[in-house]
């Protein structure tokens, strides 16, 4: 019980209508409180991505889905990691969350590769990879 609600992100990721960019909504306030040093995010990043390897592992192995659709962990975390080489403006999260959610629904390659990673890194890895490379873009866009 305790993985599903971590990975549906207490329950938020039930939400009936596009439950990945509600999932990106809930990363907002953590890249406001944290995403003001590099390490602190790559830190918190970590933590993220193992928490929610373990939570969306369970969920998987319960549900027999390789990616279900209410859990949002994986949004967090990406967009969370967005934020890895520049310190958040209300410009850039605005900018971040479009670029992030065009990258996650998109999946240009390599992002797609990682998706067919097995249980909670191949639903994990692919929004990790997306926002890193959102990182680059953001950087890129802002310096």
Known sequence: MLQELIATGFFVGRFRYAPGTVGTLLGI?????????????????????????????????MRKESDPEDVIIDE???????????????????????????????KPYPINLFEKLP?????????????LINSVILFFLFH
């Open 29 to 61: 306030p953590l890249v406001y409180l944290f995403a003001f040093k590099w390490w602190l995010v790559a830190i918190l990043g970590i933590f993220l991505y193992l928490v929610g390897f373990w939570a969306c592992s369970y969920v998987v192995d």
């Open 76 to 106: 967090v975390l990406g967009y969370f990691l967005s934020y890895m080489l520049i310190e958040p403006t209300l410009e850039s999260i605005l900018v971040g969350f479009f670029t992030f959610r065009l990258l996650d629904i998109f």
């Open 119 to 131: 249980k909670g890194h191949g639903v994990m890895a692919d929004d990790a990879i997306a926002g």
